[in-house]
């Protein structure tokens, strides 16, 4: 084991670039988060190893310094989750604004299953008018997982 301690001395900087490297490989392919300010706080820490050469004990405690607080900080002021936009494609049922379709049965109390793209959907009626089976709708908007629809 003494060769690490040797390897160390003589290429400080190599060491932390591989572990901010081996850090960096395993955030992309878990996608946690965590990891990333780990890997950079070792970047960072391989630079003042190269640049400063302290004993190995300094540069831990500043690549844990620097892990904590950086953590500390993303968290505090990154957004802990980004909101889609509007024009997500991944989002099924919102797209469904504009389409027309038609009414798979009758509506009842302004409820009812529409036709649409080749799938049937929840639905209710956006002005409470009754509606038969097979009548023209168009989606007005989405509310949870039931489309609101009026007469095309």
């Given at each position: 084991m003494a060769w690490i301690g040797d390897f160390y001395g003589a290429q400080p900087f190599w060491v932390w670039a591989a572990l901010a490297a081996g850090l960096l490989a395993v955030?992309?392919?878990?996608?946690?988060?965590?990891?990333?300010?780990?890997?950079?706080?070792?970047?960072?820490?391989?630079?003042?190893?190269?640049l400063f050469g302290p004993p190995l004990a300094v540069a831990l405690l500043v690549y844990a310094v620097l892990t904590i607080a950086s953590t500390l900080l993303a968290r505090r002021y990154l957004p802990s989750n980004v909101p889609a936009h509007a024009g997500d494609i991944n989002d099924n049922i919102a797209r469904l604004v504009g389409h027309h379709g038609s009414a798979a049965q009758a509506f009842v109390r302004g409820a009812g299953r529409v036709f649409i793209d080749g799938k049937e959907w929840a639905a209710e009626l956006d002005d409470g008018e009754a509606l038969e089976a097979g009548a023209e709708i168009q989606v007005t908007g989405v509310e949870g997982a039931r489309l609101k629809v009026r007469r095309a």
């Open positions: 955030e992309v392919v878990t996608g946690s988060g965590w990891l990333l300010w780990a890997a950079a706080s070792a970047a960072v820490t391989g630079v003042v190893a190269a």
